[in-house]
């Protein structure tokens, strides 16, 4: 088993920067890769970006420039560091492991933009 526990969510004005932390415990080896997903009220969740064991970004068009994975592996804490915000990013944001075959979720943090 995997747990993952998300922080730093909050409320933020547009154009403002929030970073939100996922600590990762339990069974961590053999996860490939760690990511960020979010889910906006009456909208399916999205993949905003996700980081693989090698290294590997990739993010969704509408943040990339903007938006920052990484990962401390001596605190085995993934970063998601958020500039220029809109108020279209707000959503509850779910950290995500995917280990061998299964997905593992945080519970995870609401992050509002006002304009």
């Known amino acids: 088993q995997v747990q993952l526990a998300e922080s730093g969510g909050g409320l933020v004005q547009a154009g403002g920067s929030l970073r939100l932390s996922c600590a990762v415990s339990?069974?961590?080896?053999?996860?490939?890769?760690m990511g960020w997903y979010r889910q906006a009220p009456g909208k399916q969740r999205e993949v905003v970006t996700a980081?693989?064991?090698?290294?590997?970004?990739n993010y969704a068009d509408s943040v990339k420039g903007r938006f920052t994975i990484s990962r401390d592996n001596a605190k085995s804490t993934v970063y998601l560091q958020m500039n220029s915000l809109k108020p279209e990013d707000t959503a509850v944001y779910y950290c995500?492991?995917?280990?061998?075959?299964?997905?593992?979720w945080g519970q995870g943090t609401q992050v509002t933009v006002s304009s």
């Open positions: 995500n492991a995917k280990r061998y075959l299964t997905n593992y």
């Open positions: 980081i693989t064991i090698g290294g590997t970004t």
């Open positions: 339990g069974s961590t080896t053999g996860i490939i890769t």
